[in-house]
């Protein structure tokens, strides 16, 4: 389908068709609803985090390109919440109504290799990294870009899964089949003193806006706990939101997209991934700012002006996982006492360690206020609080 730069708004009252029915499917299909839209949502599973929320939930696998085609000829635009789809998903859905963001960048951000390529050729600033398809090539690259060094599968990674630290020589081969003997990447282990995120919207007539730099920290390779504004200086918030703004530019993005960095020691940038969507850590735009990263997708992908970005109040997000229900049923009520706290909860029955459940955003006058509260509103929740 053709996507003239001069497109038509798309209205309220139209369907939206989200590939993929996650939390963010989720919180999409709340904003959209919202705003008087309607949402159809297509993924493999049933009685989904979207699907719940949704006009109509069609379960059915990516590949069935027919099913597909008939999913996105029942909607004006398709989004997705899941980047991970076949390019030829797609492409099928390209043939049958706009997608937004196109295939193509899908294609680039769900393979690190070309995601890093594309980076690097763009003359972004990138972690070091190398290809690797043979046990030989990784003992090469180690030697190139040096030990500890972490082997990341090419595909299909996200919240630190398909990641392997070689830590020494004698670790090299076992990393090899730890990845399952596929393509990988082999990056060298950066020295950070923080990570923080730009997540940021662009329309087909190129207008942008962002939510400034937010900081991230992570358990076991997946997000924790976000604050935001970070705590970074001016300087290094501002050159993030111009990296930002230049991979939404090369891309061509017609959507949200979040850009993950380090910070190193000496203050330098590197990316280190990309998501074509909204994004973990811009969960407290949905309590914080005028307009919340949903939203303001929605508002991309049908064409509306973008809203405003502008923050509210400081907030600090806390990831709830399967872990939290170890013990039995969380103590909602506990952690309700704090006031200034919102529960998420993406509708997930089967809680299972290192799932995201729900997550918490604390709001406060300052950031270490935000930042203590949904610590100690996690904490209350897992029984392992002080009582109010
Ligand atoms: P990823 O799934 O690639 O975003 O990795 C998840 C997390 O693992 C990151 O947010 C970092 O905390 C850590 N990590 C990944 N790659 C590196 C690296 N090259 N150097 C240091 N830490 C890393």
Redesign the pocket.
């Known amino acids: 389908m053709s996507q003239a730069r001069s497109a038509q708004p798309i209205l309220p009252g139209s369907t939206i068709g989200v590939l993929g029915s996650g939390q963010l499917g989720r919180m999409f299909a709340i904003a959209a609803r919202r705003m008087g839209y309607r949402v159809h949502t297509l993924s493999p599973d049933e009685d989904t985090p979207t699907g719940q929320v949704a006009d109509l939930e069609i379960q059915a696998p990516y590949q069935d390109l027919n099913a597909i085609c008939k999913f996105a000829s029942g909607v004006s635009v398709v989004t997705f919440e899941f980047e991970n789809v076949p390019a030829e998903t797609a492409a099928a859905a390209e043939r049958c109504a706009p997608v937004r963001p196109s295939g193509h960048i899908l294609h680039i951000t769900q393979h690190r290799l070309r995601e890093k390529t594309f980076l690097s050729q763009s003359g972004l600033p990138v972690?070091t990294f190398r290809h690797v398809d043979s046990c030989e090539n990784l003992k090469r690259a180690a030697l190139e870009i040096g030990l500890p060094a972490?082997l990341?599968t090419a595909d299909f990674?996200?919240?630190?899964k398909g990641?392997y630290r070689i830590r020494t020589e004698a670790e090299l081969a076992q990393a090899w089949v730890a990845v399952g003997e596929r393509e990988a990447v082999l990056?060298?282990?950066?020295d950070?003193d923080c990570?923080i995120s730009v997540v940021a919207a662009r329309t087909l007539n190129g207008d942008f806006v962002h939510y400034g730099a937010i900081e991230?920290q992570?358990q076991n390779?997946i997000l924790d706990i976000s604050i935001a504004p970070a705590r970074v200086p001016p300087r290094i918030a501002a050159e993030a939101v111009e990296i930002a703004r230049e991979v939404l530019e090369k891309l061509a993005v017609v959507g949200v997209l979040c850009v993950?960095f380090?910070v190193r020691r000496d203050g330098g940038l590197l990316i280190?991934?990309l998501a074509p969507r909204p994004h973990n850590s811009g969960h407290f735009s949905f309590d914080a700012n005028v307009t919340s990263q949903f939203e303001q997708q929605l508002r991309a992908v049908c064409a509306l002006p973008l809203g405003s970005t502008q923050q509210l109040i400081p907030a600090a997000m806390a990831n709830l996982l399967g872990d939290i229900w170890n013990g039995g049923d969380p103590d909602w009520d506990a952690a309700a006492g704090i006031r200034d706290v919102k529960l998420h909860l993406y509708g997930k029955s089967a809680a299972r360690p290192g799932r995201k459940m729900g997550h918490l955003t604390a709001l406060a006058p300052t950031t270490e206020q935000a930042l203590a509260d949904v610590k100690r509103a996690r904490d209350l929740l897992s029984g392992n609080g002080e009582p109010l």
């Open positions: 972690t972490i990341k990674g996200y919240d630190g990641q990056e060298a282990l950066v950070f990570e991230n992570h390779g993950e380090f280190n991934e």
